[in-house]
């Protein structure tokens, strides 16, 4: 019995090299090619100040010159009520939430990656009038992490990045 699973343990990184598999953060993975390489376009708001700020943390921040990529990311968000009392009352509240993404390379001008990421969050709005204002920052900040951690995941798994 231990020797089977032995022989399954083994064949694991074989079958994973068999299909294409590349770590991200190897040597000339997509990780490292677009580690401090990316200059993100300038916020226009704070949910895409946000983005930015996550997708500069994740991605590294770039040089002002000498970039090799160029990411333009765009936000778009929607409320809704989510809970709503017999009295007509909302207690709860989502915020959906779209980014568009597209990934450039300087050098040669072509779109290398491109796409549209969206999720939600909900907050609370029992609470004081206080309290219900800090949900929503905080909702709003856990929705931009969210979409920057979706992006930066399709640009490691796109194509054409790395050696």
Partial sequence: MSLFSRRTLLMIPLALAACGFEPVYAPG????????????????SVDTYMLVQNLEQRLGRSATSGNEYELNVN?????????ITTTNETNRYTIEGKSNYALRSNQTGQVIAS????????????GSTVSTLADERDARKRLMA???DQIVSELYAAPGLGS
Avoid: H, M, Q
């Fill in 115 to 126: 796409g549209t990421v969206e999720n939600f969050v909900s907050y609370s709005a029992a």
């Fill in 75 to 83: 936000v778009s968000t929607a409320f809704r009520s989510s809970a």
């Fill in 146 to 148: 969210i979409l920057s």
């Fill in 29 to 44: 993975g997509s990780g490292a090619a677009l580690n401090g390489k990316v200059a993100v376009s300038a916020p226009n």
